[in-house]
């Protein structure tokens, strides 16, 4: 369970001449593809300063663990094997989804598991370490969780709301019908549910059904303003898998179905212009100053899987940043394209309203739907070193530009001219330090600034002016 803290603190709104306190969630960026060929990605954040890593590995023979002070240091953090899968029996077989946690003083993963003679005889188990780091630390194992229904169930994840823990996990019931189900129960220890479980969600839409599969599973909870969001998996582990959401009131019964509210369509899936496809089996953290919530997944970077796709090795751990509607729901936007990640840029005098693109032209507005539209990569400026330009997330290759003073996101034709009209000097904000305002490579003098609410470059005489031409990075 990660507590959301990327609310925007804003101070003294008023058109024109009010402006916004840095932000409570300023931006934050990393540099996708975090881990390759690892998939079912949990990373916990611990109060040692360190996050550690775990996920599915390709052969599923073990579970390995990897430390580091950043996320980012995850990519080249050493990886240790901590359990090895047995040579028979329990536990021989396809060892998936590994997650860690940190319980009453002691680490928790817990993992699914199959038999070595009945490979698909998947279930939950549970290991326990009690020492301070769990990557160099013994692991033991606490068995098998008990479930009142023996069939096929995985992906358990353990939280807790208002004091109360609680495992969540996918299950098959064959009186229900084909395919996997969410349940939840309460937990009377880490490894020990007490009372019946309740369904809490069957797959039953086509983006829940598709590719022939019948699916929900990897159920991951991230609360906020007194609300319970569980994301969740769906459909075939191709192109078709994606991510829904169930959310709660954290006051209300979470061991009754009716209590959770599921989304009409998947909140996260495949996105071919940014060549992403398959995102899902996710997990949240927190970024390393705490003021952001960070979505943990996998996807591959190509549609077409030759063979079965659990055998496809290339599923990938990637992040990026959540962002906070106004009705304080999660936005996950699109999974994002390889390499560095896209900030957004508020307004400093109209600090609800962000820079986006609508129709190709650029402005600043509030509420922007779709995210991504008012998502940019800062990349190295197209007129070389020392510059920054401003590419589109959801139109790789399109970017920020001026155009007869006014703001376009058009695909870069690769001439000198676009590459000039597309690259700025990023300064400190002119209206505050902590901000950034884009001076023009090619207009030297004249800034990137929002008027009656369209981008412009235009030079600056008025504090207004300045104002205008100040960004946040969030």
């Known amino acids: 369970m990660i507590t959301g803290t990327a609310a925007a603190a804003f101070t003294g709104v008023q058109a024109g001449t009010a402006h916004a306190a840095v932000p409570a969630s300023p931006g934050v960026t990393y540099t996708n593809t975090l881990a390759e060929q690892r998939a079912d990605p949990h990373i916990y954040k611990h109060t040692d ?16 663990l990897r430390r580091a002070t950043t996320i980012q240091g995850l990519t080249s953090a050493p990886e240790a094997t901590v359990w090895t899968k047995h040579a028979s029996g329990e536990m ?53 969780v008990a479930l009142p229904l ?17 495992l969540s996990w996918a299950q098959h019931d064959p009186a229900v019908g084909r395919g996997t189900n969410l349940y939840i129960a309460r937990m009377a220890n880490p490894w020990t549910i007490t009372g019946t479980p309740v369904m809490i969600s069957r797959p039953t839409a086509s983006w829940e059904t598709a590719g022939g599969e019948t699916v929900n599973e990897g159920p991951a909870v991230i609360q906020r303003n007194g609300k319970v969001f569980m994301t969740f998996s769906a459909s075939a582990t191709d192109a078709n898998y994606c991510m829904g959401l169930l959310t709660a009131s954290a ?42 919530d960070i979505l943990v997944y996998h996807d591959r970077g190509y549609k077409d899987i030759s063979g079965a796709p659990l055998n496809d090795p290339n599923r990938r751990t990637r992040v990026q940043k959540i962002y906070w509607r106004a009705d304080g729901t999660p936005d996950f936007g699109i999974p994002v394209a390889d390499g560095r990640t896209p900030i957004r840029l508020s307004s400093y005098n109209f600090p609800d309203r962000f820079i986006r693109h609508w129709e190709y032209r650029a402005r600043i507005e509030a509420n922007v739907s779709p995210l991504a539209d008012s998502q940019f990569r800062v990349a190295t400026g197209l007129a070389g070193t020392g510059t920054v330009s401003l590419e589109s997330a959801n139109f790789p290759g399109y970017f920020l530009r001026h155009k007869n003073h006014e703001m376009w996101v058009e695909k870069n034709d690769g001439t000198s001219l676009f590459a000039a009209d597309a690259s700025f000097t990023a300064r400190a904000g002119l209206a505050d330090s902590a901000g950034v305002s884009y001076e023009s490579y090619n207009l030297p003098g004249r800034y990137l600034r929002h008027y009656d609410y369209l981008l412009r470059v235009q030079a600056l005489s008025t504090a207004t002016d300045r104002a205008d031409a100040t960004f946040h990075t969030q």
Do not use: M
Request: hydrophobic residues 40%.
């Open 49 to 64: 300063g360190y996050y550690y890593f775990t996920a599915t590995v390709p052969a599923y023979d073990r579970i390995v």
């Open 92 to 144: 021989g077989a396809h060892i998936w989804a590994p997650e860690i946690h940190f319980i009453d003083g002691r680490w928790y993963i817990h993992f699914a598991a199959g038999a070595a003679n009945d490979i698909w005889r998947i279930r939950p188990y549970v290991l326990e370490c009690t020492a301070a780091n769990p990557v160099t630390g013994a692991w033991t194992e606490k068995g098998r």
């Open 150 to 166: 023996d069939t096929f169930s995985l992906d358990a994840t353990t939280f807790v709301v208002n004091g109360t823990r609680y």
């Open 251 to 292: 006051s209300a019964d979470l061991l009754s179905a009716s209590s959770w509210a599921k989304t009409a369509g998947p909140v996260f899936a495949s996105n071919a212009a940014t060549g992403q496809y398959g995102p899902g089996h996710n997990q949240f953290t927190v970024s390393e100053d705490g003021k952001s």
